[in-house]
Every structure is written in C-alpha cells, then in structure tokens.
C-alpha cells in the first residue's frame, strides 16, 4: 500500500513537470515566432534603406508660385530653386553640433536611433499639459522623415520611421548621420543646410559662426519660415535662441556664465537676397499658405497662387510711399505704409507695409522691435495704431443711423468738460483752439472738430452703438469706451481702417478684405477660389451722406483751405486725415466709387514726429494713388 502511494506521488510531479515543460515549450516557440515576426517586418521596412548617397539629394521639388491677379507677374515662389552647400562635419563647429544636439536630440550620442526615454518624457509632459508641446523625434527619426517618408500621419508610417532609423544607425556611424542632417536641414525659405544658411543669414561660412549665430541657426529648425530674420518674428527667433542656450547650459555644453554672456551679444544679420515683389503682401500670403496647407506639403506641392494684387497699382503704391516718405524725414518721420483695397470685393489691390522692405533698421544699431525708427520687415498695415480724427467718420454713421439726426443737426461748440475719465478731467479742445458756437453736424465732420464730435459720440449716437458699428464695418482691434474714442483714443489696424471705409464706398454693403483668388494645384485643376457675399452693415442713405461730406470741399474749407491735398477738381473724393494729439501717427483714408486707399505716416517705435499732421505728410501720398486710379498721371 505504502508502495503504491510512493510511485503515484512519482507520478503526479513527473506529470507537472511535464505540463511545466509544455508550456514553457509553447513560450519558446511563440517567442521564436514573434521574434520571427519582427525580423520579416524589420526586414521587410529595412530593405528600403537607400543608399547613402541619396541622403545628399533633395526631394524633386515643385516650387509654389504666387503672382499678380492678372497671373502673368510672379511675385515670389516658395522653395525654388533651393540653396543647399554640403561641407563635412570637420568643417561644422562644434558648438554648432551641441546648439543642435541639445536643443533637438539631448541622447542623440547615446540611443539607437529611437529615444525610448525621450518618448516617455514627452508623453509624460504632454499629458500633464493636456496638448501636444514637446516631440520626441530623435535627429535620425527627423532625417528619415523628411527625406525619405510621405507626409501621411499613419502607424504603418511611424513603424517605418522607427525601422528605418534604427537600421540607419547600425550601419552608419553618428557622425555621418549628423553630417547629413546639418547638410539638408531646411533652415529658411529655399535654404537647406547650414553652410547655405550660414551664408544667407549672416554673409560668413558656417566654419566661421559665433555661439550666438549658431544658436540661431539651430533655432530655426523648428519653425524656418515663422522663425526667418527676414520675417516679421525676429523678437520670437531671439527668444528661442536664447532657449537654444538654456539648453546647452542645462546639458552641460556652456556654463551658466557663458550663456548669459551669449544672450546677451548683438547678432547682427546679412540683408536678405531672395528675389520678391510685393514683399509685405506676399509674405502674408505665405503665412496663410503655410497655415491652411503646412510648409513641409508646399515644398513640394507645386501650386499655383493668383494673388488680389494689381500688379500697376502696387508699383505707383511704393513709388508714392518712396517719394513722399523721403521728405517727411524733415518732420522726423521714418516710415510709412499704404493699402488699397477694391470695396465691391474685398480685394486686396495695393500692400506696402514699410517705405523700404530692403533697406536697413534706422538709426544704425538699433534693436528691432524696442528703438528702431523704422523697421523694413514688419507689416505697419496690421499693426494696431492711434488713428486720431480718422475715427470720427464710425461716430457721425452711428449717429446719421437716427432718425431724428441728419448732417444739418446743430450741435453746440464750446469749451466743455466731459467728466473724469481714467482719473482725469476730460476737457478736449479743437485742433486750433477755438470755439465756433452753434455748428452743423456736416460742418463739424468737414472740419473734424473734437468738442462737436465728443458731443455726438456721447449724446447723438452713444458710445456701443458707435463701438458696434465700428466693428460691423471691420474693425477688429479692441475700442475703449470713453469719450476720446471719437478723437482716436483706440488703436486700429490700417488694413481694417480701408475696408471698414469701404462700406461707405459701397452704400452699406460690407466685403471682407481677401488676399487669394484662386489656386490651381500641379494638374491644373482649381483647389481653392475666393467668393464673397456682401452683407449690409449701413444704411444707404447713411453711407450716402457721408460720402458727401467728407467729399464737401467748401465745408472743410475754413479749417483746411480751398486747394488742400484733400481737393480733387471734377472729381468727387471722400478723405478724412487724422493726427494724434502727440504727432505719433499720421492718417489719410478715403474712396472712390472704386476704390479704398488709406496711408500711415509715422515710426515704428512710436516717437513723436515734428508736427506730423495726416494733411501734410500722409495725405500727399493718398493724393497721388488716387491720381493714378483716377488716370490722372
């Protein structure tokens, strides 16, 4: 009995074991089979690995063209005929490679090609900030990626990415995979590498950069075009250039002395060489571009870009600019900036967003964006400004919009204090310091009189309804509502000025301000095609009345004269000029039945000119745009 317990224990343990046994059998072999999986995938994606001599080609590319309404101007293409100067990494400075290294591959010497840590990390990061604000894409995934893959957002894409790249660095060394990423890199609009950027950015071979300059270079790898000193961001290309330094301070490449000491120094830039035409228009147009489509698609998308621009029209726009704002430098005025728009459309005809996108910042060594007197890269046309009595036509509609006012409504001239408004009395006085007693609402318009027109924004039309119609005939930027709005005491952006003058041009009817006609794709076929619907926004009789004032040459005549440069002769033309109370902005707005021109004069870093009136500096070259629309040079 004891004998056969003995051997049915013996049994029952050989038995387990054998159960163990097939289990740990079936491990192996699914293990086997799974690793048997991943070679077929791994070698499968990996077979495509091309040669290396591919990494020193580009993408056949497809430029995308922008040009005039009529398509037979082309004012710039995107990414054609692209610069790219291949130079050995021996010839690459080393602190050029950490700027890069630390600021878009912290373990670039250290994993296979796939940051596993970094992966989490950002993940983690992005969790706790619910949105997407740190990448994990090692320099070989970037390298792979942009020159090799489609642009499909798809696992099967992201499979191969990873492959690719751990394929990549077991057969090439580190070094060689980062000489091929600094050389095809794009680093700004048709510049691929450093040694092309190098040379744009700063006229210098990249052998010979400061820390600064490489810091800029390798802050470009984000954003190229955003980012571009050519551009209109330069404060945010600096400021991640100094988050290139944090970096390379937190990684170990610099000391805490020594990039604070980097931060700190001036860089200065090479002008820009790429051939353009309407340079602040086009540069928006490319900016929406890049917004609807992505930069990485227009490199190679091949489209075809019809433009709002009158191509004759913006040539005589920065001739008129050029000329007068040569002579306004007497009045300590620096700058200027014009658009025209057509208010039946919306088009956008004329943009010139600085006297001089090719000249230098004024005066010599100045900081952008802080004491320049002029700038030539940011658009003055969508920058907020003070536009002084300009405003004052939005108020007079509002009040016009009753029907108990008309332009024959008198309102009382004289010395009138309005209340404390931000913790000071508010006693406005007229341009020439005098009072005129009772006086017509169309007198008061024509003369642009501040106590009249404080009157009707209060009393007549009320500070909302002013600010609401303000807003429904295009104005975009915040309006105060105090008292000194009608005088100019909000700022307005000049684009959005021209089209909310527009409404008056087209009797009440409304037209947004649009940039793109149409766009054909490399077939031909159209993807994209501007339609507008107008709205009314103003009555007709309304708009009708103030066409006919700001076009009444006697009724502006006391304050202006007879023969001002608000005077066309067997012409009417609907102007308004605006001056703030400091000299710092200069307006001259008005219309035709055709067209919306409005001018600023002034500087960028809003110092007060030497009595810069809208008459005598911004109107002159209102005059002569008009003069050419009219056929009258």
Known sequence: MAQRKFFRKIYKKNNNWKKIAGIFKFLILGMLFLLLGVGLIFAYYAKGLPRPERFEQRKLIQPTRIYDRTGNILLY??????????????????????????????????????????????????????????????????????????LERSPERKIREIILSLELERRYSKEQILEWYLNQVPLGPNLYGVEAASQSFFNKPVSEISVPEAAILAALIRAP?????????????????????????????????????????????????????????????????????????LRTAGFKVYTTINWDLQQSAQKAITKRAERNQRFRAFNAGLVAIDPHTGQILAMVGS?????????????????????????????????????KPFVYAAVFEQEEYNDQTVVLDEKTNF???????????NFDGRFRGEITLRDSLAQSLNIPSVKAFIDLAGKENSIKLARNMGITTPLPAVPSLVLGGGEVRLLD??????????????????????????????IQETRKTPRRVLGIDTARLISDVLADNE???????????????????????????????????????????????????????????????????????????????
């Open 497 to 526: 000025m021209v089209s909310a003058y527009g409404v008056f041009a087209t009797q009440g009817l409304r037209v947004a301000p649009s940039k793109i006609l149409k766009i054909r794709n490399n077939n031909g076929n159209i």
């Open 77 to 150: 293409e995107l990414f054609a005929e692209h610069r790219r100067i291949p130079v050995p990494l021996e010839k690459i400075p080393e602190h050029l490679k950490q700027a890069v290294v630390a600021t878009e591959d912290a373990n670039f010497w250290q994993h296979p090609g796939v940051d596993i840590r970094g992966i989490a990390r950002s993940f983690w990061v992005n969790l706790r900030a619910g949105r997407v604000v740190q990448g994990a894409s090692t320099i070989t995934q970037q390298l792979i990626r942009s020159t090799f893959l489609t």
């Open 225 to 297: 075009s955003r980012l571009s000193p050519f551009g209109p961001n330069l404060d945010q290309l600096l400021a991640r250039k100094d988050h290139v330094l944090r970096r390379m301070d937190k990684v170990g490449y610099l000391s805490p002395e020594q990039a604070k000491k980097y931060k700190q120094e001036k860089i200065e830039f090479a002008r820009p060489i790429f051939p353009i035409k309407a340079p602040h228009f086009v540069m928006e147009v490319k900016q929406w571009l890049i917004s609807k489509y992505s930069e990485e698609y």
């Open 419 to 429: 209340g404390v408004w931000g913790g000071r009395e508010f006693i406005p006085r």
């Open 355 to 391: 006297k001089n996108w090719f000249g230098a910042p004024y005066p010599e060594g100045c900081r952008p964006g802080i004491n320049c007197l002029f700038e030539p890269y940011p658009n003055i046309t969508l920058r907020p400004r003070q536009p002084g009595s300009a405003f």
């Open 555 to 633: 009724a502006r005549a006391p304050v202006f004269g007879q023969r001002s440069a608000l005077y066309f002769e067997g012409y009417p033309v609907s102007v308004k000029t605006g001056t703030t109370d400091d000299f710092r902005d200069a307006w001259a707005v008005g219309y035709t039945d055709s067209i919306a021109i409005g001018v600023w004069v002034g500087n960028n870093n809003n110092s007060p000119m030497r009595r810069g009136l809208g008459l005598t500096l911004a109107a002159p070259i209102f005059r002569d745009l008009i003069n050419y629309s009219l056929g009258r040079n």
